[in-house]
């Protein structure tokens, strides 16, 4: 059973890999229909619509080309590499369209930025 470290991952916005990047997230998720009925002993469901949304938390570069393309309303491409991005590794894809940025510091920090993005459409797992 392969293991990795966060420090292998990499997020990409179309071809340009994220500078400074500190984390990210992704989920997919699936809505759930009830089909119970009366006299049914257990609740059952049917899958609904499928979604999935993902974050990105980085050190602020506004000389960055992949973090200038995240502003909010922008559609974008975005790759998520959990165990890098050499040949045969995984990574999963979809477009989507960037709901918020938010930028952050304190005194005694880095100036941050969290990037949240919404999927329009599927994700897919490919292999670099």
């Avoid at 619509?49 to 602020?60: A, C, L, P, R």
């Amino acid at each position: 059973m392969a293991v990795h470290t966060g420090s292998e991952g990499t997020v990409k916005v179309g071809a340009n890999a994220i500078g400074e990047l500190r984390s990210y997230a992704f989920t997919e998720e699936a809505d759930l229909i009830e089909k119970s009925a009366m006299g049914d002993s257990f609740r059952s469901f049917s899958v609904g619509m499928k979604s999935w949304n993902g974050s990105v938390e980085v050190f602020f570069d506004e000389t960055d080309t992949a973090q200038t393309a995240l502003t909010p309303g922008a559609s974008a491409t975005v790759e998520f590499y959990p165990e890098g991005a050499d040949s045969g590794d995984t990574f999963y894809s979809g477009t989507g369209i960037v709901a918020s940025v938010e930028k952050s510091a304190s005194f005694d920090g880095m100036v941050e930025a969290t990037v949240t993005i919404t999927g329009s459409g599927g994700l897919t797992t490919s292999t670099v």
